[in-house]
């Protein structure tokens, strides 16, 4: 990893770039920047973003692009969050953000997004007095998470943030004492399902996190209504205001930016109901959220101490997969990828990791069906909640594991990322010979073919008269040869 490391958080209602140093055990910022760009309040009915937004995200990508340009791309992480979850199929607006960062945007989950909060939420926070709730609220979604220390406990990501509940119930900018009512039983009703189970684990400290919790407490302050820590008084004071004025243009507040006042009202009202809903005394803020934990993820990828991998261990064992078969698959994929990366440009440790968790996951499947269970790990794997892992990740991962046996569906890859399509097709090949070298699920070693692949041929060249002395496998490595042939792909082996 190169000294300088960055992060990008693409949210619903800003745009951040931050730029740090890794330190022993911290980080030291050099650089940040921050846009107030609204992309939520530009999403359409079809999930189009509206010309106005779009420039002035692109033109706020394009600075970030320049700041970010000489740092290593494998110290860089952008993500996308709830507005770009909802317009993940505008390709074009996504090649157009990627063109100008020069690096992939990674869609990510809402319980991915709460990981990452708390991450950095936990390594800005002195504070360690045992288990801790963390707020996010964001203009599109909100974010609760209890933990301890640097491990979340239990995460939620909500479908209510200051953008959408201020489009929903303040659409032409009015505001009266109904419409706040209104606003604030919605967000009860969302956080209503969730309340009996994060009081069941209780915490200590409540920590709110990012802009509108920021806002909250400078606001607060200005105005007299608190010092330091957010209250339900401080945060009624706020509404009240909204009330008297009648509107969200005509409330005077100290503290309160210009850039965030219209939207502020909804997140207000947001945090409000969460501080009702859980019976919070009072809410510390904290200066760090997802933006510090994209860097001390990155951080732990680049040390080994994946999250990915944890997530692909407990799958393993949640599901009760044949563990020493898959590491036997793992090992012979790995062989084999030695000897055809460099002449197929995947070399790079991401394409060697992906490997190897889709052999680990491959027989995933198996956990809901014998029949069709390549599929079945497929789906379970494209929608599932994998922690560390982008919403294109998934895909690239799903794609290998379903295409590990029967015909090989060539449909599959063209949806993914660009960059992934044919290493991902190349890797599913492997997987799939190591697979068959596998069959007969012998604890025994396998004797490794050598193999050269291309992006239309594979040829396997085994020690002398293996293929006699194993016919099963000479017979499965026919039919794969028939299979490979439909998609054009030429197989042959020796």
């Known amino acids: 990893m190169s000294d300088n490391i960055a992060a990008i958080d693409l949210g619903s209602n800003s745009f951040h770039l931050l730029v740090a140093r890794p330190m022993d055990k911290s980080i030291q910022m050099i650089d940040q920047d921050k846009e107030m ?39 860089i992480r952008i993500v996308g969050t709830n507005t770009l979850r909802a317009a993940r199929k505008n390709k074009k607006f996504i090649k157009q953000a990627q063109l100008l960062l020069g690096h992939e945007i990674e869609i990510i989950s809402g319980i991915e997004e709460a990981r990452l909060i708390y991450l ?31 491990e979340p406990l239990r995460m939620e990501s909500l479908y209510i943030g200051c953008v959408s509940i201020t489009r929903r119930y303040f659409p032409d900018g009015n505001v009266s004492a109904r419409q706040v009512g209104r606003a604030r039983l919605a967000a009860l009703r969302e956080l209503e399902p969730h309340i009996k189970l994060f009081q069941k684990l ?21 105005n007299g209504w608190a010092n330091g820590d957010i209250t339900a008084a401080a945060l009624t004071n706020i509404i009240q205001s909204y009330v008297h004025a009648g509107s969200l243009d005509a409330v005077d507040l100290a503290g309160l930016k210009v850039e965030r006042s219209p939207v502020f009202l909804g997140g207000v ?16 803020v904290s200066s760090g959220a997802l933006r510090e934990g994209l860097l001390y993820d990155l951080i732990g990828r680049s040390q080994e101490k994946s999250t990915r991998q944890q997530a692909v261990t407990d799958l393993l064992r949640r599901c009760r997969l044949d563990k020493a078969h898959a590491r036997r698959v793992e090992k012979t994929a790995t062989a084999l990828w ?35 269970h ?15 892992f982008s919403w294109q ?23 993914l990322p660009r960059v992934w399509r044919e290493k991902a097709m190349q890797l599913a090949l492997l997987l799939r010979l190591a697979v068959i070298l596998h069959r007969s699920r012998s604890t025994a070693g396998v004797s490794v073919p050598d193999c050269q ?42």
């Not at 609204?38 to 692109?58: C, F, M, N, P, V």
């Open 393 to 415: 990740e998934q895909q690239v991962l799903a794609a290998i594991v379903q295409a590990h046996r029967r015909s090989f569906p060539y449909d599959l890859f063209a949806g």
């Open 37 to 75: 760009v609204r992309l939520a309040a530009g999403l359409q009915a079809d999930k189009s973003i509206d010309s106005e937004t779009r420039g002035r995200a692109l033109e706020c990508l394009s600075r970030f692009g320049q700041r970010i340009r000489h740092i290593s791309p494998d110290a």
């Open 453 to 494: 692949l291309t992006e239309k041929t594979l040829c396997l060249t085994f020690s002398r008269k293996w293929l006699q002395q194993h016919p099963l496998s000479l017979a499965d490595f026919e039919e794969e040869a028939r299979l490979l042939a439909k998609r054009d792909i030429e197989f042959t082996f020796k």
């Open 120 to 150: 950095g939420v936990a390594h800005s926070i002195a504070s360690d007095n045992g288990r801790r709730m963390v707020v996010d609220i964001g203009g599109g979604s909100t974010e609760i998470i209890v933990g301890e220390r640097f």
């Open 269 to 284: 009202i947001i945090l409000a109901a969460v501080i009702e809903a859980f019976d919070i005394q009072s809410m510390m």
């Open 202 to 222: 209780g915490w200590t400290d409540s920590i709110g996190a990012s802009g509108t919790v920021r806002a909250v407490e400078s606001v607060a302050r200005a």
């Open 338 to 372: 030695a000897q055809v990366a460099a002449d197929n440009a995947l070399s790079g440790s991401d394409c060697q990791k992906m490997l190897g968790w889709a052999a680990r996951l491959h027989e995933l499947g198996l956990s809901i069906a014998h029949s069709q």
């Open 374 to 388: 390549h599929k079945h790990a497929g789906y379970f794997l494209r929608h599932a909640d994998l922690s560390g």
